[in-house]
């Protein structure tokens, strides 16, 4: 191969392969596939699953219903969403050896780590785990959307020393998720609050976690291979991760009054303010609003609204100074941290939701699958000589 100044030429490589003009940051704006699963205009601000809006399946719709449109590409019919939510309901009981896989993780895991860990072992106890057809795919997928919500209801109670929860199958998806949390029944609005914010994390097209499940796929892997991957890339803080950090956000700016001044030092600092921006939308997050007016709804409720107003400061301050909008994490952390889940196990409550948008995007994958691989454009050195070990010093 020709070297240029100690790096392989562009050249070369395109000698070998088509490539595009220049390598895009982030992959911004590349189209990866098609899909007709969800569809985001950033413009005006606007989300759609499988041509729903989203306002309307966040104001009238069950996660049931969203999870069975996601995978079917059409709301169910009254005995289709029945029959549906008793598999999921079946298939909710955690195996005692996955309780006892939590029990042995360290407390100090990060709870995204005990997660990917459980969710890789129920796969692993899987017999049908190789299985990649469709209706593999899809029985797993149920499984996981189904079992999710006691992982993470086990992994808190063992966390608190307190005895793990079963599941109680009179209950709906959301309301059987509190209850395993907290070992008591919430009441109707917080169960209607944790639907909503279920419905509204359930999927947001070729986000990062979505684009390493389907890659994991296309190379003929698992489902429970994928969202396994799926869950390592949301951890991050620029991801599903920016939840956390936005509780603590809120905490370290200390009151409505210390908006302004944080806002400045933090811009001024080029510091990422987790909760702001958003790649694609940029003229506001559609999922934010419903999640901020149950935020304010929740906080009212409980008596305590000092950090749902710190929130409001610095979300009015940040668009001032820099015209950044609040992000779905933002307010979600406030209505997570109400319904009772402690800081660090938003994302994976996240995770819940977001394994229904995972296993659509798998499913679309494999039903017209080419393997995902992309080229590099290399930038190191070139025909250097090979110096014997025992010359190198
Ligand atoms: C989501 C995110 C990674 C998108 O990043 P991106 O598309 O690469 O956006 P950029 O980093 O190019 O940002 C564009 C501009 O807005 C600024 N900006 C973007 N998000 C910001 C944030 N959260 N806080 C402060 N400034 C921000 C950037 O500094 C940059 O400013 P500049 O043009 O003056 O340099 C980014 O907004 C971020 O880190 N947000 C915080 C983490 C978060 O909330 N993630 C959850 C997303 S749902």
New binding site residues.
């Given amino acids: 191969m020709a070297a240029v100044q100690g790096v392989y030429s562009r050249a070369t490589l395109e000698g070998a392969v088509a490539t595009t003009e220049h390598v895009i940051p ?1 992959l ?1 704006g590349v189209l990866a596939c098609d899909s007709a699963i969800s569809f985001i205009d950033g413009q005006n601000g606007t989300l759609v699953y499988r041509g729903h809006d989203i306002h309307h399946l966040a104001e009238r719709a069950t996660f049931e219903e969203v999870v069975f449109l996601l995978w079917h590409g059409r709301l169910p019919a009254r005995p289709e969403l029945a029959n549906f939510a008793g598999e999921l309901v079946a298939q909710r009981a955690l195996p005692p050896d996955v309780v006892r896989i939590i029990e042995l993780l360290p407390a100090w895991a990060h709870p995204m780590a005990t997660l990917r860990t459980a969710v890789s072992a129920i796969g692993a106890f899987d017999p049908r785990q190789e299985e990649v057809g469709p209706e593999a795919s899809l029985l797993k997928a149920t499984r996981l959307v189904a079992v999710l919500p006691s992982v993470v209801a086990a992994m808190h109670r063992v966390r608190l020393g307190q005895a793990v929860v079963a599941p109680n199958p009179d209950l709906g998806h959301a309301a059987n998720f509190l209850y395993m949390l907290r070992g008591e029944r919430a009441e109707d609005d917080e169960v209607r609050a944790l639907d909503t914010a279920l419905i509204l994390y359930a999927d947001h097209e070729l986000n990062a976690s979505t684009f390493t499940a389907r890659t994991t796929v296309s190379t003929q892997s698992d489902l429970y291979s994928a969202i396994v991957s799926g869950i390592g890339a949301l951890k991050g ?3 599903g991760g ?1 939840v956390d950090e936005a509780l603590r956000l809120f905490q370290e700016v200390g009151g409505p009054e210390h908006a302004d001044a944080f806002a400045e030092r ?2 001024a600092a ?10 694609v939308y940029r003229t506001g997050d559609p999922r934010a609003r419903h999640l901020k007016l149950m935020a304010e709804r929740l906080s009212r409720a409980s008596g305590d609204t000092r950090v749902y107003d710190t929130a409001v400061a610095l979300e009015r301050s940040m668009f001032e100074r ?1 015209r ?1 909008n609040a ?3 933002y307010y979600a952390a406030i209505v997570l941290s109400q319904l009772g889940l402690p800081l660090s196990f938003f994302t994976p409550f996240i995770a819940t939701s977001r394994v229904a948008g995972w296993s659509a995007h798998v499913m679309e994958q494999q039903a017209n699958n080419r393997l995902i691989r992309p080229r590099a454009n290399y930038t190191g050195p070139a025909d250097l000589p090979f110096v014997p070990l025992q010359e190198r010093g």
Avoid: C, M, Q, Y
């Fill in positions: 982030g911004e803080p620029l991801h920016a933090a811009l080029k510091r990422k303010v987790s909760g702001f921006g958003h790649r820099k950044l992000n779905v994490d």
